[in-house]
């Protein structure tokens, strides 16, 4: 079985910077895999190239074998940082979007949860605070059944209560056949739900172990690994 | 899937348009009422007023919007943060280029269509109904012994003319928002820079084509009506340059949509 | 019921933990069907891996057995959950005479304590 992300001294320059300086990274399906690193470590940069919103300067990412394209998005779920739904839809016709165009949405899966989280399909995105727009795109990319989920920080500026039910849904919804990554740096949050780790610093992965490794090993949490191994 | 973006293309782009449209008639209809009733009172022509004024800003503000809502949806749904969604749908960057071409083709020549047929509404009684079929005939009458058999072709190849040439800067837009977006820094500057820019192209390699024919054929310019084959060709050749820069742009801007994406 | 993971031991050591106590307990009695893995690890706010990984070392331990078809079952050797719940009982009451020879009570003393408070309990 191919691993379904990997990367071979994946390089990724700017005019400005280079965000990634040779990566290499094997994820396996059936992981929920934290990516973690400070800010500008080169997290986003390497979820966007996963999803082909950058192409490799040097070096390749390959999805389920396949370079970036239609295939791999065909299976690849998103959740970038920022609210990327148009403003003039409904809930309902985002629902109906996401249903045209990926035969693996369950628009049911989608349905219920709005139904738990009380809201209305039939608001207009417009009319909605950031936080219920947030909630909205995780039901969405969560009500996909694909094989990688790429959610960038999906529980930064989000009060604990939701918080909760976030990591819930990323529990309730995992498949042995699919992969998590979550790229975060509220490490204490979400160590518990984390299979592995994989630090990111300067685009370079300083460390990629399994979550149990570390703290039988080192008997450290990996929010305290994190804090000695990124300490200023 | 290229049917699937055409469906939302124009589903977000309708409920702009179809409103004015409607509002356009409305007023067409009402002024044209408004236009048989001539009076001195003052507040009476209050309305008349208004509805002609409504009226003429109407026609501008659809005409304005029509390049504005191009360029926007361009820009707002590709280029800025609804950019994440539609290229990680698993759909090709050609189909977003195309989805987009078409639909804004079609609400310009739709709003050049309703323009035309609004002032109809507007302006035509049976009077003028005779009188514009008498200018036709009389240009008709005009125009056919000069180019005889040829009226239609020629009919005909100055219209694929002018959609190709309506296609072509439409491309040439987005060819320039496209460059304009891989100036980190200064993206409204970058395109308008481009725009001039690819104008200039444009222009230029006309002008060369146009002084390529001029020699090619000397003393064409001798007699009043040039020659039919000459009307042919500078048609045909104008054409087939704008299918080319057409292309040309097609290529530019799927490169830099696949190649050179950098969503912020 | 809430289940307090700390953070420097692995997770699924920590499960084990708490489901042994579970099933001595009586919370789930011999011979109940146990909650799914999904179930479990959604209600623990854990990696469905790691519950996995605990569930399995409950196995390993004899606490529960999976048949084929039907899942997870808690095992009916009452014999065996009395032998767990008799070390995890050992291991608090070793804890607690540490303790207390570290207050510096002496055998005896410890003994009579108990019985006092047992005492006092049944009052």
Same mark, same amino acid.
């Given at each position: 079985m191919n691993p379904i992300l990997e990367c071979r001294e994946?390089?990724?320059?700017?005019?400005?910077?280079?965000?990634?300086?040779?990566?290499?990274?094997?994820?396996?399906?059936?992981?929920?895999v934290g990516l973690l690193g400070p800010n500008g470590s080169g997290k986003s /940069?390497?979820?966007?190239?996963?999803?082909?919103?950058?192409?490799? /300067?040097? =070096?390749?990412?390959?999805?389920? =074998?396949?370079?970036?394209g239609i295939e791999s998005k065909k299976i690849v779920s998103y959740l970038p940082e920022r609210t990327y739904l148009n403003d003039w839809m409904r809930v309902s016709e985002m629902i109906a979007f996401f249903k045209d165009f990926y035969e693996n949405f369950d628009d049911k899966k989608a349905y219920e949860m709005l139904t738990r989280l009380n809201i209305n399909p039939k608001d207009k995105l417009k009319t909605m605070s950031k936080g219920t727009k947030e909630k909205v795109q995780l039901i969405l990319v969560m009500s996909r059944q694909a094989d990688l989920y790429l959610l960038d920080e999906p529980i930064g500026g989000v009060d604990p209560a939701a918080r909760d039910y976030i990591l819930n849904t990323i529990i309730s919804n995992y498949s042995e056949n699919a992969t998590m990554v979550i790229s975060t740096h509220l490490i204490a949050d979400i160590e518990q739900v984390l299979?592995?780790?994989?630090?990111?610093?300067?685009?370079?992965?300083?460390?990629?172990?399994?979550?149990?490794?570390?703290?039988?090993?080192? =008997?450290?949490?990996?929010? =305290?690994?994190?804090?000695?191994?990124?300490?200023? | 899937m290229l049917s699937k973006l055409l469906k939302y293309e124009y589903k977000a782009t309708a409920r702009i348009f179809v409103p004015l449209y409607i509002a356009l008639l409305v007023f067409s209809i009402i002024n044209r009422f408004f236009l048989s009733y001539e009076t001195n009172n003052v507040f009476l022509s209050i309305p008349l007023v208004i509805g002609k004024l409504s009226y003429a800003m109407l026609i501008i503000a659809i005409v304005v919007l029509s390049l504005v809502i191009m360029i926007q949806r361009y820009y707002k749904n590709l280029l800025s943060e609804e950019g994440y969604l539609m290229f990680t749908l698993p759909v090709r960057s050609r189909d977003h280029i195309i989805s987009k071409l078409v639909v804004s083709f079609t609400w310009n020549i739709a709003t050049i269509v309703l323009v035309i047929g609004s002032?109809?509404?507007?302006?035509?009684?049976?009077?003028?109904?005779?009188m514009i079929k008498e200018a036709l005939t009389q240009a008709w009458n005009e125009i056919q012994p000069v180019f005889g058999s040829n009226v239609f072709l020629i009919g005909l190849e100055l219209a694929a003319l002018m959609i190709v040439g309506f296609i072509c800067s439409i491309l040439m837009i987005y060819t320039a928002i496209s460059i304009g977006q891989?100036?980190?820094?200064?993206?409204?500057? +970058?395109?308008? +820079?481009?725009?001039?820019?690819?104008?200039?192209?444009?222009?230029?390699?006309?002008?060369?084509?146009?002084?390529?024919? +001029?020699?090619?054929?000397? +003393?064409?310019?001798d007699s009043a009506t040039p020659p039919i084959w000459f009307i042919h060709a500078i048609l045909l050749g104008s054409a087939v340059m704008s299918v080319v820069f057409c292309v040309g742009y097609f290529i530019v801007t799927n490169y830099i949509l696949t190649r050179k994406l950098n969503l912020e | 019921m809430t289940w307090e993971l700390k953070s420097d031991r692995p997770i699924y050591l920590q499960l084990v933990e708490q489901l042994e106590l579970d099933i001595v307990s009586g919370r789930y009695q011999p011979g109940d069907k146990f909650p799914s893995v999904r179930d479990l690890a959604t209600e623990a706010a854990v990696n469905p891996n790691t519950m996995q990984k605990a569930l399995a070392e409950l196995e390993d331990l004899e606490l529960l057995y999976t048949q084929r078809t039907s899942g997870r079952f808690v095992t009916e050797d009452v014999e065996k959950i009395r032998q767990v719940k008799e070390k995890l009982a050992r291991q608090q009451l070793e804890l607690f005479f540490d303790n207390m020879r570290k207050l510096g009570l002496s055998q005896e003393e410890i003994v009579s304590l108990l019985h006092t408070i047992t005492k006092e309990k049944s009052e």
């Open positions: 994946l390089v990724k320059h700017f005019p400005a910077s280079i965000a990634l300086a040779g990566v290499n990274l094997s994820l396996n399906r059936g992981r929920i /940069t390497l979820i966007k190239l996963a999803n082909g919103l950058l192409t490799p /300067t040097m =070096g390749k990412i390959l999805i389920d =074998g396949n370079a970036p299979d592995d780790v994989v630090f990111i610093s300067q685009g370079q992965i300083v460390l990629s172990s399994s979550v149990d490794e570390i703290r039988e090993k080192q =008997g450290k949490s990996i929010d =305290g690994l994190f804090r000695e191994v990124f300490k200023c | 002032l109809m509404i507007l302006l035509v009684t049976p009077e003028n109904l005779v891989l100036v980190t820094k200064h993206k409204l500057l +970058g395109s308008f +820079g481009a725009y001039i820019g690819l104008n200039f192209i444009t222009q230029t390699v006309s002008s060369i084509m146009v002084a390529i024919a +001029g020699f090619a054929s000397p +003393g064409i310019f | -």
